[in-house]
C-alpha cells in the first residue's frame, strides 16, 4: 500500500509542486486548499502525514492542526507545516499547537522530501 501524504494549502503553486515532488518519490498525495476541506477528505482518504500551510482561508493551519489532533483516528499522524512565517517564535508556536516539523517557504524540493521520509520513519511508516 503507497505512502499517503494530505496537503493542505491554499496557493496552488505549491499544492502542484510538493505533488510533484511526493509523487515522483512513489507517494499518494491528496492536495485540498484549506484546513475545512482537509477535514472533509478524511473521510475518504486516510494520510500517514499531512503537510499543512498555516496562512489560508476559512480554516488556517493552526485550526486544521488542532482540529486534527482532537480526532482519535488521527491524533498521531506526523504534521509538517509548511510557511512563509519564518520567525523562530512562529515555530515554536506552531510546535505548541500540534506540528512535528516546520519548513519556510520557498523550500528545498530535496530538504521537503527527506522531512517527509524522516517524519514518515519516525511513525513506522514507509517513505
Request: aromatic content about 8%; glycine content about 6%.
Amino acid at each position: 500500500m503507497a505512502t499517503k501524504v494530505l496537503v493542505v494549502d491554499d496557493e496552488e503553486d505549491y499544492r502542484l509542486i510538493v505533488r510533484d515532488v511526493l509523487s515522483a518519490a512513489g507517494i499518494e498525495v491528496l492536495a485540498v486548499s484549506n484546513g475545512e476541506e482537509a477535514l472533509v477528505a478524511l473521510k475518504n482518504f486516510s494520510p500517514d502525514l499531512a503537510l499543512v500551510d498555516w496562512m489560508m482561508p476559512r480554516m488556517d493551519g493552526e485550526g486544521f492542526c488542532r482540529a486534527l489532533r482532537s480526532l482519535d483516528e488521527f491524533k498521531d499522524i506526523p504534521i509538517l507545516m509548511f510557511t512563509v512565517k519564518a520567525k523562530s517564535d512562529d515555530e515554536l508556536e506552531a510546535l505548541h499547537f500540534g506540528v512535528d516539523d516546520y519548513i519556510t517557504k520557498p523550500f528545498n524540493p530535496e530538504e521537503l522530501l527527506a522531512r517527509v521520509r524522516a517524519a514518515l520513519r519516525r511513525c513506522g511508516v514507509g517513505g
